[in-house]
Nanobody
């Protein structure tokens, strides 16, 4: 059974930073492209960032480009989301995702594996 475990969420003031982590098994990590999504209250889940299995290719939503950085550590089977210059509108539950398709891991529809989510709250 595939498990994705997120951590690192919390409360931060606007302009601050947080780093989210998503740990999984080695087999899952090496077999899947990884992504981050978020869902704010009353809104649909939206794509944030994705990274390919091998790591060099990344893709970001326009709303987080130049503020967020996705990366992966193969030695730790972990994917990270470094979030800088946080804004109140970044407040949401953030979910880690994994899928064999890089196209699919950029879409909230059809993703194979999801984490349980971690809350990020940015105060103004």
């Amino acid at each position: 059974q595939v498990q994705l475990g997120e951590s690192g969420g919390g409360l931060v003031q606007a302009g601050g930073s947080l780093r989210l982590s998503c740990a999984t098994s080695g087999r899952t990590f090496s077999s899947n492209h990884m992504g981050w999504f978020r869902q704010a209250p009353g809104k649909e889940r939206e794509f944030v960032a994705a990274i390919t299995r091998s790591g060099p290719t990344t893709y970001y939503a326009d709303s987080v480009k130049d503020r967020f950085t996705i990366s992966r550590d193969s030695a730790k089977n972990t994917v990270y989301l470094q979030m800088n210059s946080l804004k109140p509108e970044d407040t949401a539950v953030y979910y880690c995702a994994a899928d064999p398709s890089f196209r699919t891991v950029q879409s909230a529809t059809g993703v194979a594996y999801w984490g349980q989510g971690t809350q990020v709250t940015v105060s103004s």
